[in-house]
């Protein structure tokens, strides 16, 4: 059964930095969302946490693509991650967490789990 | 079958050479190996001991480590020296027990001579071999402030070089009339005195020592035969080696007349089961005291225990090439000229203190010897003329003139026979690396660690680099220069590109010249090229996302996350006021508090919502940033100088603060550091910073292109007795002309050393404006001095820019739940987990 999800804002158009990431809290934890103009989608969001080193960095990292694909550089030791699936492309072995992200208006939307109903349904 | 034992007996550089050849050999298997060592310490880099002295512990100069021996399958037992060989029993003994051999293999090595003077047995007298004698040596400087070296050879002037760098007034006291007598001759002796002396060094020759006493201003007193006296508070002999041979001499071996353990071509010994490799052999009545003919041997050996017929050593060249103090010198062949009928060439420019002498065959047609004194960068060539034979052109002396005096032949890497040897320490001639590079090598790297060329002393690096390019691009590989994926340009294409069409975006160049998005590769690179460019702040809104996460925020990232601060404090000169300042913000933000070895103050622990907060404060006191993330200048630092320092003979400081003011903020391929000292005692270091300054009585030297850290280099002199106003323009064409050319992350040092034609081709753009760009230089620099402006002040003035300093930007205060803290030492640091 698929786990029960919800969609919540977290930010607005305004807090995006274009080519870039931000860092918002969600019941899931922290989460990076990036904004990247010249794709289609231009928004991505994953787990803000760098695995190799445990810190809440991703969102402060690099972007770009290779290979065609878009990635973030860990800001600490450099690893990149594919920012639609979170593989680590150094280590395949390692995959950050992913969410889907949304444009709702001016308000960026993003899918995380529902705590408060998988509580109530436990 | 049980295997036979073999014994090596010593355990330096030579005998540890040995055991690598020969447990890569075939016969390897057939014996237990057994060494054993005199020192406490496994084999270690002799020819580089003086660095010990200068940060390099016995670690970095160990040769090997005791996990490669174990893995061999070799006993290593140091610490034990041996004491008595019974040939016929076969059998070596050490005080805790007794060996039996079937092959013995003597690498003992050398002794320093010490001259028999009354008094030399004093504990402030040492000898220059072991990290012991250097650790002894190290423990007289303490409260010392001179010291003497007896003996003016090469390792003499090493010894002289290692007692300045403990601090103490060197001398060197030398029985001949001139420095090194072995290898130069009258006028090159007189140009190495005078370079060294002006280091400080002071040398004293034609002097022999008749007895050591009590010293009245210092511990002891030298007396000399011609009634002259030095006073000293240690003395170090370097009179010569004598091969150490005791052991062979006890039972019963031929030795040679004034010591040696006579040996033949395979490398034995009068007894067929005992073999003698480097300083302690003796062979056609010569012993050789350098490391190249030592590893030949005990290559040799490896082969003749393989049953290897044609083994052979056959004798060694005995060149050099070394810097001593700092001072190029060059001894090649037959350096006295006294193969029957041999002339001379020589060039003397005593104004720019170059010496060349040429010693050339009675039919004018080889390079019989050369040597040069002030600058080695002839020696290659010459070097190969003279071991290959080749035949000399019509006009010789070309070859030692200065270029453009009708041209210098240069002899290019296609001149050189197959045969010509290119690394000696390691034996690899040209023919060796067109056989890797035929197997499939296509880079410098890989040929080197297919030959080990270049990975002894090191000398033959720009050769190597030279003779692999050149083979590489005949065979029509192209070395790429491509930054990333993005842009097929090297960084200095991507410089000229964005300076000559004007561009002022990322995305401007990478739509006109590259293709994608760009990378972390590309971005900060660009970023870097732009800011050095055209000097926008580095968070305006195109170049933000081009940046590392340190220049993004300005602050250094640590491990967990948070930022170190790091404020400029100019030359490392601070008021009490705003030290107390710095005091209590770190206390009101419980910032962990260190200092820095570039004479500031750096501050732990900030996360990035407090970083603008933090800053406020700091500016409001008066403080600029530090630049301490950015490929930028770092900090200039200084000793007192002569406002303060007995010794000072120029304001340093006051230099320092004027340099670090006017190259603040300049963005760079890597990070660039500078020092100013106040006098030749160099208390800030100067000579290992990418730009060094050291005051002289009559304005400053300037060095170049030093480095520290992870490979540390020297820095190069550059030009002497600048005023204040020749000095900025030198440093602002060198700089300027560094960031220009420089590769990505490539520090001034790498980039001079892959510069071609080195220090002369930059000493002639730079101080003779040999490509006519000098005045755009200067002019180029002092527009970013004068757009300079504070990254920080601009940022947290503008609300825009203060908007990215928030950790998660839709719960303000939320704090990092990983960020946990413990206490140490008084003070604040992270919990070291990960996840």
């Known amino acids: 059964m698929k786990a029960r999800t919800c969609w919540n804002a977290v930010c607005t158009v305004e807090d995006l930095v274009p080519e870039s990431g931000i860092a918002v809290w969600t019941e899931d934890g922290p989460v990076a969302v990036f904004y990247l103009p010249h794709r289609l989608p231009a928004l991505f969001a994953i787990s803000h946490t760098d695995p190799f080193s445990g810190a809440n960095v991703l969102a402060r990292g690099i972007t770009g693509d290779l290979k065609g694909e878009p990635v973030v550089a860990s800001p600490l030791y450099k690893q990149h991650f594919n920012l639609i699936t979170g593989v680590c492309l150094e280590d395949d072995s390692v995959r950050v967490k992913t969410y889907a992200v949304l444009l709702d208006g001016n308000r960026i939307v993003l899918e995380t789990a529902d705590k408060q109903r998988e509580a109530v349904a436990a | 079958m049980s295997k036979k034992t073999l014994i090596v007996i010593g355990n330096g550089m030579v005998g540890h050479h040995f055991l690598e050849q020969f447990v890569a050999s075939p016969e390897a298997a057939e014996y237990e190996i057994l060494v054993f060592g005199e020192e406490k310490q496994l084999a270690y880099d002799r020819v580089h001991l003086s660095e010990y002295f200068t940060g390099s512990t016995h670690a970095d100069l160990a040769m090997g480590t005791a996990d490669w021996y174990t893995g061999q399958g070799i006993k290593l037992q140091l610490n034990e020296p041996v004491t008595a060989l019974e040939r016929d029993q076969r059998m070596v003994t050490t005080p805790k027990g007794n060996y039996g051999y079937d092959e013995l293999v003597l690498a003992t090595g050398s002794f320093p001579f010490v001259p028999p003077i009354e008094g030399r047995e004093h504990p402030h007298c040492f000898v220059y071999r072991t990290l012991d004698d250097l650790d002894a040596i190290r423990a007289s400087a303490q409260d010392g402030k001179s010291g003497v070296v007896v003996g003016g050879g090469l390792l003499g002037l090493e010894a002289a070089n290692a007692l300045r760098s403990l601090g103490l007034q060197a001398h060197v006291v030398e029985f001949a009339p001139r420095l090194m007598p072995v290898q130069l001759d009258t006028d090159g002796g007189a140009l190495l005195r005078h370079k060294i002396e002006e280091l400080g060094v002071q040398v004293h020759t034609e002097k022999a020592t008749t007895d050591i006493v009590e010293g009245e201003n210092a511990r002891l007193r030298m007396n000399f035969n011609d009634g002259s006296h030095l006073e000293t508070d240690l003395i170090v002999f370097s009179a010569g080696i004598r091969p150490q041979d005791a052991l062979a001499r006890a039972s019963g071996l031929e030795v040679g007349e004034r010591g040696g353990i006579v040996v033949n071509d395979q490398c034995t010994t009068s007894d067929p089961h005992i073999h003698a490799i480097g300083e302690c052999a003796l062979w056609d009545q010569r012993i050789f005291g350098l490391v190249a003919p030592g590893y030949t041997m005990a290559r040799t050996l490896a082969s003749v225990l393989n049953s290897d017929r044609n083994a052979a050593f056959t004798g060694a060249d005995m060149s050099t090439k070394l810097k001593l103090l700092g001072v190029d010198v060059g001894s090649i062949g037959d350096a006295h000229g006294q193969t029957p009928g041999a002339r001379n060439i020589r ?376 005023s204040d106003e020749e000095l900025i323009r030198t440093i602002d064409r060198v700089v300027m002309f560094y960031v220009r050319t420089a590769d990505r992350l490539q520090r001034t040092s790498v980039w001079m050393e892959n510069l071609e034609g080195g220090l002369d081709y930059l000493k002639k753009v730079i101080l003779e404006d040999s490509l006519g760009i000098c005045a755009e230089l200067e002019e180029h620099m002092n527009g970013i001095a004068d757009t300079y402006q504070c990254e920080w002040k601009t940022a947290v003035e503008d609300p825009e820019k203060r908007k990215r300093f928030r950790e998660f930007v839709n719960l303000p205060e939320q704090k990092d739940p990983v960020q946990q803290w413990t206490t140490e030492r008084g003070q604040r640091r992270p919990v070291l987990e990960s996840a």
């Open chain 2, 347 to 722: 060039f003397n420019d005593e104004q720019a203190g170059h010496y060349r002498r040429m010693v050339i065959s009675a039919d004018g047609k080889t390079l019989l010897g050369a040597i040069l004194v002030g600058d080695n960068s002839h020696y290659d060539t010459l070097l190969q003329y003279a071991l290959n034979g080749i035949a000399l052109p019509s006009n010789p002396e070309t070859l030692i003139l200065p270029e453009g005096q009708g041209g210098a032949p240069t002899l290019g890497p296609d001149a050189l026979p197959e045969t010509a040897s290119i690394c000696s320490c390691h034996n690899v001639t040209k023919g060796d690396i067109c056989g890797v590079i035929d197997a499939g090598c296509s880079d410098l790297a890989g040929v080197k660690a297919e030959t080990k060329a270049s990975t002894g002393c090191g000398g033959c690096t720009a050769l190597l680099k030279n003779v692999v390019d050149n083979e590489l691009e005949k065979r029509g590989v192209a070395v790429s220069k491509d930054l990333c994926e993005h842009f097929p340009y090297s960084r200095q294409d991507l410089f000229h590109l964005v300076k000559v069409n004007g561009i002022r975006t990322f995305r401007t160049l990478i739509s006109q010249h590259g293709k994608g998005q760009g990378c972390d590769i590309c971005k900060p690179v660009v970023g870097s090229i732009l800011a050095t460019c055209w000097n926008e702040h580095i968070l305006a809104t195109d170049h933000v996302p081009l940046q590392d996460t340190n220049d993004t925020f300005m602050a250094n990232m640590q491990k967990n996350g948070t930022y170190s601060i790091v404020p400029r404090i100019p030359g490392g000169e601070i008021t009490p006021d705003k030290l107390i300042v710095l005091g209590e913000v770190a206390k009101e933000y419980d910032l962990y508090t260190k200092i820095t070895g570039g004479q500031r103050v750096d501050l732990f622990g900030a996360t990035l919502s407090e970083l603008p907060e933090i800053w406020e404060k700091l500016i409001a006191a008066g403080f600029e940033t530090g630049h301490a993330y950015g490929k930028s200048l770092r900090t200039v630092k200084s000793c007192v100088g002569s406002t303060w320092c007995r010794y000072g003979v120029q304001d340093s400081v006051g230099m320092a603060i004027h340099l670090e003011n006017r190259y603040k903020g300049l963005r760079a391929p890597h990070k660039v550091k500078m020092a100013v000292s106040g006098c030749t005692r160099e208390c800030a270091e100067a000579q290992s910073k990418d730009f060094g300054v050291i005051a002289t009585e009559n304005g400053w030297n300037l060095y170049v292109c030093g480095n520290g850290g992870m490979r540390p280099r020297h820095a190069d002199l550059f030009a002497t007795d600048l």
